[in-house]
T-cell receptor
Framework: RKEVEQDPGPFNVPEGATVAFNCTYS??????FFWYRQDCRKEPKLLMSVYSSGNEDGRFTAQLNRASQYISLLIRDSKLSDSATYLCVVNHGFNKFYFGSGTKLNVKP | EAGVAQSPRYKIIEKRQSVAFWCNPI?????LYWYQQILGQGPKLLIQ??????VDDSQLPKDRFSAERLKGVDSTLKIQPAKLEDSAVYLCASSWGRGTSGFPGTQYFGPGTRLTVL
């Protein structure tokens, strides 16, 4: 079983739509969680960390559900510039990170 | 603040040849990671250094891959001999270590080296 699993998509949405991605993780002892964004042929960049209480950064909201072992990312009012692959990242401690395969988002005009 | 530097950006070699990649992390970052990212997949950790010591190399194919970080700063990843399945982007990342919360620090990635093995 993979450490981190994501729906590869693509999610094709119109501008202004709300879209949500989920990511499941297998290790219940996982300590910290992140969403990274990766543009085509570019390196991953941190979008946001995911805290136990959930957190929001502008149009982006991240939630953690430890009981069901998943994290989610909600994007409101999608922009064309949000088109990218979103990588779910889980940490088990000791600075060791596991990446999901990513969910591709296409925002259409 | 300067980011993570990697070179070369692109490399094309024939199978059975050797290749080396270089990474210079953000100044002061103690932890350095090498990842392999195959097209359509997420990055896979190859090796992790804390200063100049190896923390995790469990997924490094040690019969052909090697890495070093001799002075605890920059690092080199080598493949010898290369196989067709080594075609991928090799990403270097660094982090300060542990964040103020005790959790690991944010990883910052370099632009990667795109390797094509023919």
């Amino acid at each position: 079983r993979k450490e981190v699993e994501q729906d590869p998509g693509p999610f094709n949405v119109p501008e202004g739509a709300t879209v949500a991605f989920n990511c499941t993780y297998s290790n219940s002892a996982s300590q910290s969680f992140f969403w990274y964004r990766q543009d085509c042929r570019k390196e991953p960049k941190l979008l946001m960390s995911v805290y136990s209480s959930g957190n929001e950064d502008g149009r982006f909201t991240a939630q953690l559900n430890r009981a069901s072992q998943y994290i989610s990312l909600l994007i409101r009012d999608s922009k064309l510039s949000d088109s990218a692959t979103y990588l779910c990242v889980v940490n088990h401690g000791f600075n060791k990170f596991y990446f999901g395969s990513g969910t591709k988002l296409n925002v259409k005009p | 603040e300067a980011g993570v530097a990697q070179s070369p950006r692109y490399k094309i070699i024939e199978k059975r040849q050797s290749v080396a990649f270089w990474c210079n992390p953000i100044s002061g970052h103690a932890t350095l990671y090498w990842y392999q990212q195959i097209l359509g997949q997420g990055p896979k950790l190859l090796i992790q250094f804390q200063n100049n010591g190896v923390v995790d190399d469990s997924q490094l194919p040690k019969d052909r891959f090697s890495a070093e970080r001799l002075k605890g700063v920059d690092s080199t990843l080598k493949i010898q001999p290369a196989k067709l399945e080594d075609s991928a982007v090799y990403l270097c990342a660094s982090s300060w270590g542990r964040g103020t919360s005790g959790f690991p620090g944010t990883q910052y990635f370099g632009p990667g080296t795109r390797l094509t093995v023919l």
